[in-house]
Nanobody, 123 residues
Framework: QVQLVESGGGSVQAGGSLRLSCAVS????????MAWFRQALGKEREGVAG???????SYADSAKGRFTISQDSAKNTVYLQMNSLTPEDTAMYYC?????????????????WGQGTQVTVSS
């Protein structure tokens, strides 16, 4: 059974940083893509960053230059380092995974999801 467990969310002031972690278990595909999505209140879930088994990385425009996605294959963990946070980054952040993904930042491309971790940025 595939499980994705996010952690690292919290409350920070604008300009601060957070590092989110997604621990993956039961996911045995050699070829995969993992991504971070977020969903603010009243808005649709949107892709933030994705990384695949070849190391290719995709970022949403809102994340470029501020967020960094990375993975530690030995720990089966994917990270999202978020810097220069603004109140507009306030959302529930979700980790997603699947074995073959054509569009890494497309919500419908993923079968497996975590429960989310809340990020709140105050001004």
């Amino acid at each position: 059974q595939v499980q994705l467990v996010e952690s690292g969310g919290g409350s920070v002031q604008a300009g601060g940083s957070l590092r989110l972690s997604c621990a993956v278990s039961g996911f045995t595909y050699a070829t995969y893509c993992m991504a971070w999505f977020r969903q603010a209140l009243g808005k649709e879930r949107e892709g933030v960053a994705g990384i695949d088994s070849d190391g290719s990385i995709s970022y949403a425009d809102s994340a470029k230059g501020r967020f960094t996605i990375s993975q530690d294959s030995a720990k089966n963990t994917v990270y999202l380092q978020m810097n220069s946070l603004t109140p507009e980054d306030t959302a529930m952040y979700y980790c997603a995974a699947d074995n073959r993904v054509v569009a890494p930042l497309e919500r419908t491309a993923y079968k497996y999801w975590g429960q989310g971790t809340q990020v709140t940025v105050s001004s």
